[in-house]
């Protein structure tokens, strides 16, 4: 049997554990959606810990892979956030509402059509469904593809606030049409999709073999893909009136 300074000592080790958790937490809790970094002074001012506690906590973090430290010495959430946060969109709702607005896409295209999330400077296609076409565009759940290449990266970086063109004229009609962009033999058109409080949740695509899916395919296919993003959209509790307004005017942009 445990003496009482056992047990004091052991109970004095869980509350601590318990402690540095939370503080692990208010680390992570520290960065919004509008950070890129943080520094070790940003996140002290907003968590109200010493530097030398975030110091020692950064490290677990850090092995964790739930913090990266860039070279610069600032800090962003790491990689195994963004696995987290795919479980639980598989696990609670981003499957039950993603995954019928996806097949009803498909089915009135006939092409595959995939749901892209950001993570980082690369994209991950996280739910897809394929084209009924023989021939058909190739991509399977989990595959990474680069950020500034393809329609579905491009509206990814766009509504993440890239500058320039053509992510000006993205987030004006809310969409991106690519023939040809990341694969010379694959074309698509994207639209964002958001969720509660104006958040990008990732990238709706329907794409295809450019021998098949060319440019005014894709454009006859730009509303009915804004439908389904502002469906979706709404579905995720948030207000889709900018992607309804994108898909009323889409038939006459280029």
């Given at each position: 049997m445990d003496s009482p300074s056992k047990s004091a000592d052991a109970e004095i080790d869980r509350a601590e554990g318990v402690a540095a958790l939370d503080r692990a937490i208010a680390i992570l809790d520290a960065f919004s959606t509008e950070d890129r970094s943080l520094s070790l002074a940003e996140i002290a001012a907003r968590t109200g810990l010493y530097k030398s506690t975030i110091l020692r906590l950064?490290?677990?973090l850090l092995r964790g892979r739930l913090l990266e430290r860039l070279d610069n010495g600032r800090y962003r959430v790491g990689p195994?956030?963004?696995?987290?946060?795919?479980?639980?969109?598989?696990?609670?709702v981003a499957v039950d509402i993603l995954l019928p607005i996806m097949r009803d896409?498909?089915?009135?295209?006939?092409?595959?059509?995939?749901?892209y999330v950001r993570s980082g400077d690369v994209r991950t296609c996280l739910y897809r469904v394929e084209s009924k076409h023989p021939i058909r565009y190739t991509i399977r759940e989990g595959d990474v593809l680069p950020l500034l290449l393809g329609s579905g990266g491009r509206v990814l970086a766009a509504f993440s606030g890239q500058q320039g063109e053509p992510y000006e004229t993205i987030r004006k009609t809310c969409n991106c049409l690519a023939v040809g962009d990341r694969d010379p033999e694959t074309g698509g058109v994207s639209a964002p999709v958001f969720g509660p409080g104006g958040v990008l949740l990732?990238?709706?695509t329907l794409a295809g073999p450019s021998t098949r899916v060319d440019a005014a395919f894709l454009q006859r296919m730009k509303r009915p893909l804004l439908e389904a993003a502002a469906r979706a959209t709404r579905a995720f509790g948030e207000?889709?009136?900018?992607?309804?307004?994108?898909?009323?005017?889409a038939d006459a942009l280029p």
């Open positions: 950064a490290n677990s195994a956030t963004f696995r987290l946060g795919a479980l639980y969109q598989r696990s609670v896409l498909s089915e009135r295209s006939w092409e595959s059509v995939a749901f990732g990238a709706l207000d889709a009136s900018m992607l309804e307004q994108a898909s009323l005017v």
